[in-house]
Every structure is written in C-alpha cells, then in structure tokens.
C-alpha cells in the first residue's frame, strides 16, 4: 500500500512540476512580488470554487477542478518558497535556481505524508473529496489566523506545517480523482 500511495503522490507531483515549470518558462517568477497573505488568498480562491461547485452539483466555467488542486499544490509551493527566499531580495530567478527549493519542500512535505501515513493507516482512501476540501479551507482559515497574528503562535503547529498539509490533502484529492492516471 505505502508503495502504491507514494507512486501515486510522485505521478501527481511531477503534473504539478511539469506545469509549474511551463508557467515559469512563460511568466518568469512574478510571483516573487506576492506576499505570504496574497499567496494564501490566492489558494482560498481555488479552494472555495471546488466546495462552490461540489455544493451546487454544477459549474459554469468547464475548467475541471483538478486544475484547482493543481493550483492549490503549486500555489503552497510557492508559499513555502517565498518562505525559504524571505531575506533574498531578487524578483526574477531562473527555473534551474528555484527548482531545488521546490524539490526540498516537496521531498520534505512527502515525508510528512509517509510519517503520517504510517501513523493513520491510509485513513485518507476513506474520505470523500469533498471533506478533503473542507480540511483545506480550514487550513487556510488557520494560515489566515497565523499571518493575522504576524506569524506567532501558541500552541499550534507553524505555518509551514499548514501549507504541507494542504499540499497532501491536495495529493489526496487528485489520486481520488484518478487524476495520477
């Protein structure tokens, strides 16, 4: 089983890759100008369009929301990125510079799937998509706390640790999608 799910996370991390890739090729990293705020916004957008349209059965844009989880991996990424590059003041990196450090937060949040995994069983394969959905929307609720309250908190696990979770839960969703395929 573990071997059949990281398969599966890897097949669905190398879409996100390939697209992130393309649209840095044609965008460059202009999402360098983002702050963590608008990164997080950017994601609760995504994120309430699938619960939207998981709600009302129907949609009017045909963009599949696979693609919205697509964002919502890509778009954590990014907000771990800009996480690691906080005191790099440059706006413009080459694909070959940043793909070391999206590598580095995907083997180190796949690694957060595999401990917690092992720990839950694979209790994921029983969820519905749309409880996954709501598991990120409320992620990001906490993110939006965290960086309202400048980062700081009490008790609960960082940021970092919110921005992966939505990552696998992400994951999650598109294997149940059998977008991996």
């Not at 090729?25 to 702050?35: A, E, V």
């Not at 990552?167 to 969703?173: E, G, S, T």
Request: proline share 2%.
């Amino acid at each position: 089983m573990k071997t059949q799910t990281i398969s599966e996370y890897n097949q669905v991390i190398h879409f996100c890759k390939e697209l992130f890739k393309k649209k840095t090729i044609d965008y460059g990293t202009s999402w360098r100008i983002l702050r963590l705020p608008s990164i997080t916004d950017q994601i609760f957008i995504k994120a309430q369009r699938i619960r939207s349209i998981q709600e009302k059965d129907t949609q009017k844009i045909s963009d599949p929301i696979a693609d919205e989880f697509v964002g919502i991996i890509n778009y954590s990424l990014i907000a771990l990125m800009q996480i690691s590059l906080k005191d790099d003041p440059r706006l413009e990196l080459s694909y070959e510079e940043i793909e070391s450090i999206y590598d580095h937060w995907v083997d180190a949040t796949r690694g957060l799937l595999e401990n917690k995994n092992h720990d839950y069983g694979e209790a994921w394969r029983d969820m519905r998509v749309a409880s996954m959905t709501d598991i990120i929307l409320m992620k990001l609720f906490r993110v939006k706390q965290i960086e309202d309250n400048q980062g700081k908190t009490i008790v609960s696990e960082g940021i970092e640790a919110n921005y992966q979770d939505m990552i696998n839960y992400a994951v999650f969703c598109l294997i149940k999608l059998e977008y991996h395929v």
